[in-house]
């Protein structure tokens, strides 16, 4: 089993995917899935033990140390915060998919996109979530 963050490869660690039907005709739909993953992030990084419950039934196993190493890893290592998908990382990605031999015709800034978050940002939802704690690390 290998961490992606200790290989140095480029790497999304959690996302949302829709289709661009729903982002073109439904927004709003979007935007709420994307406020609900925000609240998700700060509930996870306060309630640890909560999200090890979760993630314990989920994976099913009671190995507290795995758990621990588990939580640690995502709440704490790479889970960010403010949910900005990198345009590096998924330049880099698609590179690399490229060099395989997979055949990606879309650049990747058409891949992905933040306006979802960055209306978050935007409109005050992340400081009405995170209180006076700065939710970029």
């Given at each position: 089993?290998?961490?992606?963050?200790?290989l140095n490869i480029p790497f999304i660690y959690s996302s949302v995917h829709t289709s661009y039907k729903l982002l073109r005709e439904r927004p709003e739909i979007v935007q709420r899935v994307v406020a609900a993953f925000a609240e998700i992030v700060y509930f996870v990084e306060k309630n640890p033990d909560k999200a090890?419950?979760?993630?314990?039934?989920?994976?099913?196993i009671n190995d507290q140390?795995?758990?621990?190493?588990?939580?640690?890893?995502?709440?704490?290592?790479?889970?960010?915060?403010?949910?900005?998908?990198?345009?590096?990382?998924?330049?880099?990605?698609?590179?690399?998919a490229r060099e395989s031999g997979s055949p990606v015709r879309k650049k990747p800034e058409e891949?992905?996109?933040?306006?979802?978050?960055?209306?978050?940002?935007?409109?005050?939802?992340m400081?009405?979530?995170?209180?006076?704690?700065?939710?970029?690390?």
């Open positions: 089993m290998y961490r992606l963050i200790d090890k419950a979760s993630m314990a039934k989920w994976m099913r140390q795995a758990l621990q190493a588990a939580y640690d890893t995502y709440a704490r290592e790479i889970l960010d915060r403010t949910m900005v998908v990198p345009g590096k990382a998924v330049a880099e990605t698609v590179e690399l891949i992905y996109d933040n306006t979802f978050v960055n209306n978050l940002e935007k409109s005050g939802f400081k009405e979530v995170w209180g006076n704690e700065n939710y970029r690390r």
